[in-house]
């Protein structure tokens, strides 16, 4: 009887802490890790998990574009050779003379987003592709990844837009096409 008593006891105390221990998690703002959750975040691991990710941080503003504070961030989601692009860009260009004219993510100086989209990652022309749609002002606008797998992690190799332009070309010129 004392036994199963204190195993109650146990029990409760144990329970209380979890209890904490969850609550502590949700209190925490979503872009600091808790000690307790900073260990256990899940890395994405497919094309599309990825690319949901940089835009979620993108629009909670801590995404990798318009720093010049955190190189390693833009290795979160790029590939070397796109992610030294846009650091170069960023740190080298003069103030309002960077290649981006608008916002990379959504292809708009101005945004009203509805309706958006993050689609399974698909094969098109040989390569991974996730597709985003979405709505900016109305107008409907679909923005097409493409991916590269590199040491078991995905990565964004270039961004399509819809008139057919590139971000690798609008970083490195004219004349230059994704490799």
């Not at 979620?56 to 961030?73: K, V, Y």
């Not at 606008?141 to 040491?151: K, S, T």
Request: charged share 25%; glycine share 6%.
């Amino acid at each position: 009887m004392y036994a199963t008593k204190l195993l109650l006891i146990i029990g409760l105390f144990a329970g209380t802490y979890a209890c904490t221990i969850q609550d502590t998690q949700q209190d925490t703002p979503p872009n600091q890790a808790s000690p307790v959750t900073a260990s256990r975040v899940k890395k994405p691991s497919t094309p599309d998990a990825l690319v949901r990710e940089l835009y979620r941080q993108h629009d909670a503003g801590n995404g990798p574009f318009f720093q010049t504070d955190d190189r390693p961030l833009l290795s979160r989601y790029f590939d070397g050779e796109l992610a030294d692009l846009i650091w170069a860009d960023m740190t080298t260009t003069e103030a309002g003379e960077s290649m981006l004219d608008a916002d990379p993510l959504y292809n708009a100086q101005d945004i009203d987003i509805k309706k958006f989209n993050v689609h399974p990652a698909a094969e098109r022309d040989g390569a991974t592709e996730v597709r985003v749609t979405f709505e900016n002002f109305g107008e409907q606008q679909e923005i097409r990844c493409r991916m590269i797998q590199l040491r078991g992690k995905w990565r964004i190799a270039d961004i399509i837009y819809p008139d057919g332009s590139q971000l690798y070309q609008l970083l490195s010129g004219p004349d230059e096409e994704m490799p």
